[in-house]
Protein backbone atom coordinates (compact mmCIF):
# COMPACT_ATOMS: atom_id res chain seq x y z
CA UNK A 1 0.00 0.00 0.00
CA UNK A 2 1.15 3.75 -0.77
CA UNK A 3 1.41 5.73 2.30
CA UNK A 4 1.13 9.59 1.76
CA UNK A 5 2.15 12.06 3.88
CA UNK A 6 -0.47 15.65 4.20
CA UNK A 7 1.25 19.46 4.21
CA UNK A 8 -0.65 21.76 6.42
CA UNK A 9 -2.22 24.46 4.68
CA UNK A 10 -0.17 27.44 6.48
CA UNK A 11 3.18 25.41 5.59
CA UNK A 12 5.17 28.47 3.63
CA UNK A 13 7.62 28.25 0.80
CA UNK A 14 10.45 28.59 2.99
CA UNK A 15 9.17 25.70 5.40
CA UNK A 16 7.93 23.19 2.80
CA UNK A 17 11.40 22.18 1.77
CA UNK A 18 12.46 20.49 5.18
CA UNK A 19 9.15 19.44 5.64
CA UNK A 20 9.18 16.98 2.11
CA UNK A 21 12.77 15.73 3.41
CA UNK A 22 11.34 14.71 6.77
CA UNK A 23 8.42 12.91 4.57
CA UNK A 24 11.02 11.37 2.56
CA UNK A 25 13.56 10.51 5.63
CA UNK A 26 10.34 8.47 7.55
CA UNK A 27 9.57 6.54 4.39
CA UNK A 28 6.24 8.05 2.67
CA UNK A 29 5.44 6.90 -0.89
CA UNK A 30 4.34 10.81 -1.38
CA UNK A 31 3.25 14.40 -0.15
CA UNK A 32 0.10 15.66 -1.07
CA UNK A 33 0.73 19.83 -0.92
CA UNK A 34 -2.72 21.39 -0.82
CA UNK A 35 -4.03 25.14 -1.95
CA UNK A 36 -5.48 27.41 0.43
CA UNK A 37 -2.84 29.91 1.72
CA UNK A 38 -0.26 29.83 -0.67
CA UNK A 39 0.25 28.29 -4.48
CA UNK A 40 0.57 24.72 -4.57
CA UNK A 41 2.92 24.54 -8.09
CA UNK A 42 5.16 26.54 -6.22
CA UNK A 43 5.00 24.38 -2.87
CA UNK A 44 5.47 21.56 -5.06
CA UNK A 45 8.17 22.79 -6.75
CA UNK A 46 10.21 23.39 -3.84
CA UNK A 47 9.21 20.36 -2.27
CA UNK A 48 10.34 17.86 -5.20
CA UNK A 49 14.09 20.27 -5.76
CA UNK A 50 14.37 18.75 -1.47
CA UNK A 51 13.83 15.61 -2.38
CA UNK A 52 15.34 12.53 -4.56
CA UNK A 53 12.62 9.82 -4.10
CA UNK A 54 9.08 11.34 -2.64
CA UNK A 55 6.68 11.58 -5.49
CA UNK A 56 4.93 15.14 -4.54
CA UNK A 57 1.27 16.02 -5.77
CA UNK A 58 -1.08 18.99 -5.77
CA UNK A 59 -4.02 17.78 -3.47
CA UNK A 60 -6.08 19.59 -4.75
CA UNK A 61 -5.01 22.58 -7.43
CA UNK A 62 -7.87 24.61 -7.64
CA UNK A 63 -8.84 24.36 -11.61
CA UNK A 64 -11.14 26.49 -12.87
CA UNK A 65 -9.48 29.83 -11.29
CA UNK A 66 -6.56 28.82 -14.49
CA UNK A 67 -6.83 27.82 -18.00
CA UNK A 68 -5.61 24.51 -18.58
CA UNK A 69 -2.66 25.38 -20.77
CA UNK A 70 -1.51 27.48 -17.53
CA UNK A 71 -1.97 24.28 -15.56
CA UNK A 72 -0.43 22.42 -18.34
CA UNK A 73 2.78 24.07 -18.30
CA UNK A 74 3.26 24.42 -14.52
CA UNK A 75 2.60 20.96 -14.28
CA UNK A 76 4.53 19.51 -17.03
CA UNK A 77 8.01 21.93 -15.93
CA UNK A 78 7.36 19.96 -12.27
CA UNK A 79 7.28 16.41 -14.49
CA UNK A 80 9.85 16.99 -16.21
CA UNK A 81 12.30 18.63 -13.50
CA UNK A 82 11.82 15.61 -11.50
CA UNK A 83 11.86 13.21 -13.70
CA UNK A 84 8.45 12.23 -12.83
CA UNK A 85 7.68 12.51 -8.97
CA UNK A 86 5.17 14.74 -9.78
CA UNK A 87 1.28 14.42 -9.88
CA UNK A 88 -0.87 16.62 -10.77
CA UNK A 89 -4.32 16.67 -8.01
CA UNK A 90 -6.82 19.04 -9.47
CA UNK A 91 -10.58 20.33 -7.58
CA UNK A 92 -13.03 22.55 -8.59
CA UNK A 93 -13.96 24.50 -4.94
CA UNK A 94 -17.27 25.20 -4.08
CA UNK A 95 -19.41 28.49 -5.78
CA UNK A 96 -18.53 30.91 -3.62
CA UNK A 97 -15.07 30.71 -3.55
CA UNK A 98 -14.89 30.39 -7.30
CA UNK A 99 -16.85 33.76 -8.01
CA UNK A 100 -15.96 35.82 -4.84
CA UNK A 101 -12.40 35.03 -4.25
CA UNK A 102 -10.88 34.57 -7.47
CA UNK A 103 -13.63 36.40 -9.26
CA UNK A 104 -14.45 33.55 -12.13
CA UNK A 105 -17.70 32.84 -13.67
CA UNK A 106 -19.24 29.40 -12.25
CA UNK A 107 -20.65 26.63 -14.16
CA UNK A 108 -21.62 23.23 -13.15
CA UNK A 109 -18.47 22.04 -12.10
CA UNK A 110 -18.76 17.90 -13.31
CA UNK A 111 -18.99 18.42 -16.85
CA UNK A 112 -16.50 21.79 -16.58
CA UNK A 113 -14.16 19.50 -15.13
CA UNK A 114 -14.77 16.96 -17.69
CA UNK A 115 -13.81 19.09 -20.54
CA UNK A 116 -10.68 20.76 -18.20
CA UNK A 117 -9.00 17.06 -18.08
CA UNK A 118 -9.68 16.30 -21.37
CA UNK A 119 -8.07 19.69 -22.02
CA UNK A 120 -4.98 18.79 -20.64
CA UNK A 121 -4.83 15.40 -21.98
CA UNK A 122 -4.72 16.72 -25.43
CA UNK A 123 -2.07 19.37 -23.95
CA UNK A 124 0.06 16.87 -23.11
CA UNK A 125 -0.30 14.50 -26.38
CA UNK A 126 0.72 17.74 -28.52
CA UNK A 127 3.84 18.25 -26.60
CA UNK A 128 4.49 14.61 -26.32
CA UNK A 129 4.06 13.73 -29.61
CA UNK A 130 3.99 16.84 -31.93
CA UNK A 131 0.30 16.27 -32.79
CA UNK A 132 -1.71 19.64 -33.88
CA UNK A 133 -3.88 20.94 -30.33
CA UNK A 134 -7.48 21.25 -31.40
CA UNK A 135 -9.66 21.15 -28.49
CA UNK A 136 -13.33 22.01 -28.96
CA UNK A 137 -15.57 22.33 -26.14
CA UNK A 138 -18.27 24.72 -24.38
CA UNK A 139 -16.09 26.24 -21.87
CA UNK A 140 -12.57 26.01 -23.42
CA UNK A 141 -11.17 26.12 -27.12
CA UNK A 142 -7.79 25.29 -27.88
CA UNK A 143 -6.28 25.17 -31.45
CA UNK A 144 -3.09 27.29 -31.45
CA UNK A 145 0.79 25.99 -30.74
CA UNK A 146 3.25 26.81 -32.44
CA UNK A 147 6.50 25.24 -31.86
CA UNK A 148 8.11 27.62 -30.43
CA UNK A 149 5.85 27.80 -27.17
CA UNK A 150 5.84 23.83 -27.17
CA UNK A 151 8.04 22.25 -24.49
CA UNK A 152 10.14 19.42 -24.98
CA UNK A 153 8.79 15.83 -24.65
CA UNK A 154 8.81 13.94 -21.23
CA UNK A 155 11.61 11.47 -21.11
CA UNK A 156 9.85 9.68 -17.81
CA UNK A 157 6.28 8.59 -17.54
CA UNK A 158 3.36 10.57 -18.21
CA UNK A 159 1.78 12.90 -15.74
CA UNK A 160 -0.81 11.20 -13.42
CA UNK A 161 -4.33 13.62 -12.95
CA UNK A 162 -6.24 12.92 -9.81
CA UNK A 163 -9.49 14.49 -9.09
CA UNK A 164 -10.79 15.53 -5.64
CA UNK A 165 -14.46 14.43 -5.15
CA UNK A 166 -17.28 14.68 -2.66
CA UNK A 167 -20.29 13.96 -4.72
CA UNK A 168 -21.51 11.59 -6.49
CA UNK A 169 -21.25 12.97 -9.97
CA UNK A 170 -17.31 13.82 -9.67
CA UNK A 171 -16.91 10.46 -7.29
CA UNK A 172 -18.13 8.84 -10.59
CA UNK A 173 -16.17 10.98 -13.15
CA UNK A 174 -13.09 10.40 -11.41
CA UNK A 175 -13.41 6.81 -12.49
CA UNK A 176 -13.97 7.83 -15.98
CA UNK A 177 -11.00 10.14 -16.38
CA UNK A 178 -8.52 10.19 -13.84
CA UNK A 179 -5.66 8.00 -12.62
CA UNK A 180 -6.64 8.42 -9.18
CA UNK A 181 -9.53 10.02 -6.71
CA UNK A 182 -8.23 11.50 -3.64
CA UNK A 183 -11.23 11.42 -1.02
CA UNK A 184 -12.26 13.80 1.55
CA UNK A 185 -11.65 12.80 4.54
CA UNK A 186 -15.50 12.68 5.33
CA UNK A 187 -15.92 10.09 2.76
CA UNK A 188 -12.60 8.23 3.33
CA UNK A 189 -13.99 5.85 6.36
CA UNK A 190 -13.92 1.79 5.29
CA UNK A 191 -18.11 1.96 5.37
CA UNK A 192 -17.82 4.64 2.79
CA UNK A 193 -15.48 3.77 0.67
CA UNK A 194 -17.00 -0.33 1.04
CA UNK A 195 -20.60 1.62 0.05
CA UNK A 196 -20.51 4.75 -1.88
CA UNK A 197 -16.88 5.59 -2.99
CA UNK A 198 -15.84 2.33 -4.30
CA UNK A 199 -18.70 1.70 -6.33
CA UNK A 200 -19.25 4.87 -8.30
CA UNK A 201 -15.49 4.90 -9.19
CA UNK A 202 -16.46 1.49 -10.71
CA UNK A 203 -19.33 2.24 -12.42
CA UNK A 204 -17.32 5.59 -14.12
CA UNK A 205 -14.67 2.94 -14.96
CA UNK A 206 -17.13 1.00 -16.68
CA UNK A 207 -18.95 3.78 -18.23
CA UNK A 208 -15.38 4.43 -19.56
CA UNK A 209 -14.85 0.98 -20.99
CA UNK A 210 -11.87 1.20 -18.44
CA UNK A 211 -9.96 -1.35 -17.01
CA UNK A 212 -11.13 -1.76 -13.23
CA UNK A 213 -8.89 -0.16 -11.30
CA UNK A 214 -7.62 2.18 -13.37
CA UNK A 215 -8.13 5.02 -11.13
CA UNK A 216 -6.77 4.27 -7.49
CA UNK A 217 -8.70 5.78 -4.48
CA UNK A 218 -6.36 7.31 -2.17
CA UNK A 219 -8.29 7.99 1.34
CA UNK A 220 -7.50 10.38 2.84
CA UNK A 221 -9.09 10.35 6.17
CA UNK A 222 -7.70 10.99 9.72
CA UNK A 223 -5.35 8.73 12.01
CA UNK A 224 -5.33 8.64 15.52
CA UNK A 225 -1.80 7.51 16.64
CA UNK A 226 1.38 7.93 18.99
CA UNK A 227 4.10 6.58 21.13
CA UNK A 228 1.53 5.08 23.69
CA UNK A 229 -2.39 5.35 24.96
CA UNK A 230 -1.99 8.66 26.06
CA UNK A 231 -1.07 10.25 22.98
CA UNK A 232 -3.34 8.64 20.79
CA UNK A 233 -6.26 9.71 23.32
CA UNK A 234 -5.51 12.95 23.16
CA UNK A 235 -5.07 12.82 19.26
CA UNK A 236 -8.51 11.26 19.17
CA UNK A 237 -10.06 14.42 21.41
CA UNK A 238 -7.78 16.77 18.90
CA UNK A 239 -9.54 14.75 16.05
CA UNK A 240 -13.41 14.98 17.55
CA UNK A 241 -12.87 18.82 17.85
CA UNK A 242 -12.61 19.00 14.68
CA UNK A 243 -14.93 16.76 13.39
CA UNK A 244 -17.14 18.74 14.89
CA UNK A 245 -16.62 21.89 12.82
CA UNK A 246 -16.17 19.95 9.29
CA UNK A 247 -19.54 18.27 9.32
CA UNK A 248 -21.38 21.49 10.25
CA UNK A 249 -21.36 21.97 6.74
CA UNK A 250 -24.35 20.11 5.29
CA UNK A 251 -22.00 19.12 2.07
CA UNK A 252 -20.65 16.31 4.05
CA UNK A 253 -24.32 14.91 5.87
CA UNK A 254 -24.08 11.73 3.40
CA UNK A 255 -21.70 10.09 5.46
CA UNK A 256 -22.75 10.42 8.59
CA UNK A 257 -26.33 9.23 7.20
CA UNK A 258 -24.41 6.51 6.10
CA UNK A 259 -23.14 5.85 9.70
CA UNK A 260 -26.05 5.79 10.79
CA UNK A 261 -25.99 9.54 12.93
CA UNK A 262 -28.25 11.28 10.21
CA UNK A 263 -29.67 13.96 13.18
CA UNK A 264 -25.52 14.80 14.20
CA UNK A 265 -25.11 17.14 10.86
CA UNK A 266 -28.40 18.83 11.60
CA UNK A 267 -27.26 19.85 15.25
CA UNK A 268 -24.01 20.80 13.93
CA UNK A 269 -25.41 22.99 11.44
CA UNK A 270 -27.18 24.61 14.33
CA UNK A 271 -24.25 25.18 16.82
CA UNK A 272 -22.39 26.66 13.83
CA UNK A 273 -25.04 29.30 13.05
CA UNK A 274 -25.65 30.00 16.61
CA UNK A 275 -21.96 30.84 16.98
CA UNK A 276 -21.84 28.03 19.89
CA UNK A 277 -18.33 26.35 18.37
CA UNK A 278 -17.60 24.86 21.66
CA UNK A 279 -19.94 22.80 22.12
CA UNK A 280 -20.00 21.46 18.85
CA UNK A 281 -17.20 18.40 20.39
CA UNK A 282 -19.45 16.72 22.45
CA UNK A 283 -21.92 16.33 19.51
CA UNK A 284 -20.02 13.81 18.00
CA UNK A 285 -20.54 10.56 19.78
CA UNK A 286 -17.51 7.73 20.92
CA UNK A 287 -19.20 5.07 18.69
CA UNK A 288 -19.13 7.79 15.81
CA UNK A 289 -15.33 8.23 16.08
CA UNK A 290 -14.75 4.91 16.57
CA UNK A 291 -15.96 4.41 12.80
CA UNK A 292 -14.10 7.62 11.23
CA UNK A 293 -10.56 7.34 12.92
CA UNK A 294 -8.53 4.60 13.20
CA UNK A 295 -6.53 4.68 16.75
CA UNK A 296 -3.94 2.90 18.25
CA UNK A 297 -0.28 3.78 18.89
CA UNK A 298 2.70 3.11 16.44
CA UNK A 299 3.50 -0.35 17.22
CA UNK A 300 -0.29 -1.54 16.34
CA UNK A 301 -1.43 0.92 13.83
CA UNK A 302 -0.40 -0.28 10.85
CA UNK A 303 -1.95 -3.76 11.63
CA UNK A 304 -5.12 -1.74 12.10
CA UNK A 305 -4.43 0.40 8.94
CA UNK A 306 -4.38 -2.93 6.65
CA UNK A 307 -7.57 -4.70 8.71
CA UNK A 308 -9.73 -1.54 8.09
CA UNK A 309 -8.29 -0.90 4.50
CA UNK A 310 -7.46 -3.40 2.48
CA UNK A 311 -9.22 -3.92 -0.72
CA UNK A 312 -10.60 -0.49 -0.50
CA UNK A 313 -7.62 1.97 -1.59
CA UNK A 314 -4.51 1.46 -3.05
CA UNK A 315 -3.05 4.49 -0.92
CA UNK A 316 -3.83 6.53 2.31
CA UNK A 317 -2.64 9.13 3.98
CA UNK A 318 -0.58 8.83 7.64
CA UNK A 319 0.06 11.60 9.64
CA UNK A 320 3.76 12.79 10.29
CA UNK A 321 4.47 12.91 14.39
CA UNK A 322 3.76 16.76 16.00
CA UNK A 323 7.48 15.49 17.98
CA UNK A 324 10.39 14.31 16.13
CA UNK A 325 10.98 12.59 18.90
CA UNK A 326 8.70 9.86 17.37
CA UNK A 327 9.61 10.22 13.83
CA UNK A 328 11.52 6.16 14.38
CA UNK A 329 8.37 4.55 15.65
CA UNK A 330 6.15 6.37 12.91
CA UNK A 331 9.03 5.76 10.18
CA UNK A 332 8.69 1.79 11.66
CA UNK A 333 4.72 2.14 11.03
CA UNK A 334 5.00 3.42 7.88
CA UNK A 335 7.14 0.51 6.48
CA UNK A 336 4.46 -1.95 7.72
CA UNK A 337 2.33 -0.54 5.40
CA UNK A 338 4.53 -0.13 3.06
CA UNK A 339 6.32 -3.21 2.88
Request: aromatic share 8%.
Amino acid sequence: MHVWAATDQRTSLADVALHASRAERLGYTGLHVPEAVHDAFLLSARALAATARLRVATSVALAFPRSPMTTAYAAWDLAAFSGGRFELGLGSQVRGNVEGRFGVEWSAPVPRMREYVSALRAIFASWQHGSPLAFEGEHYRLGRMQPFFAPEPLACDPIRIALGAVGPAMTRLAGEVADALVTHPTSASPLVLRERTGPLVAEGERRAGRAPGACRVVAGGFVATGRDAAAVAAERERIREYLGFLYSTPQYAGALALHGFPDVQRELQALARAGRWSEMRARIPDALLDALVPAAPYGEIAALLRERYDGLCAALTFPAPADPADDALAAAAIAQLVG
